[in-house]
């Protein structure tokens, strides 16, 4: 089961990830593409193992609860995306010492420590 529901979790983190980047140009606060994934597909596996299974059975697996955990990470994740105009599209570096940076970066390892927490929690 593990792997299987760790696949689902791949295949539909990487969907919204590249949908939510080509359509909106939304990678998430931290404005890396990797981390929006990572975030992503982590959600979509915690709520994969916590939700109530709902929905069609794929590989003795329902993914209806993984899609709908990653659609709402995404949509979160979009949401905190600081937006640019089209016309300004430089780049804007924050220093490493600001605090912004440093509870971004506070955040998000709160963040997938918790993840984390919770898929071993969902094994266990």
Not at 75 to 80: K, W
Request: net charge negative; proline share 6%; aromatic share 16%.
């Amino acid at each position: 089961m593990f792997f299987v529901d760790l696949l689902f979790a791949l295949m539909i983190g990487l969907l919204l990830s590249v949908l939510f980047a080509l359509l909106f140009d939304a990678r998430g606060p931290w404005d890396i593409f990797w981390v929006f994934l990572l975030i992503v597909v982590l959600g979509s596996w915690v709520g994969g193992l916590w939700l109530v299974p709902i929905g069609p059975v794929l590989f003795e697996v329902a993914w209806i609860p993984f899609l709908l955990a990653g659609l709402f990470f995404a949509l979160i994740l979009a949401a905190a995306t600081p937006p640019t105009p089209l016309s300004t599209r430089t780049e804007v570096t924050t220093p490493a010492g600001s605090g912004t940076a440093l509870a971004f970066s506070v955040f998000f390892w709160i963040l997938l420590l918790g993840l984390a927490a919770a898929i071993i929690l969902a094994y266990v």
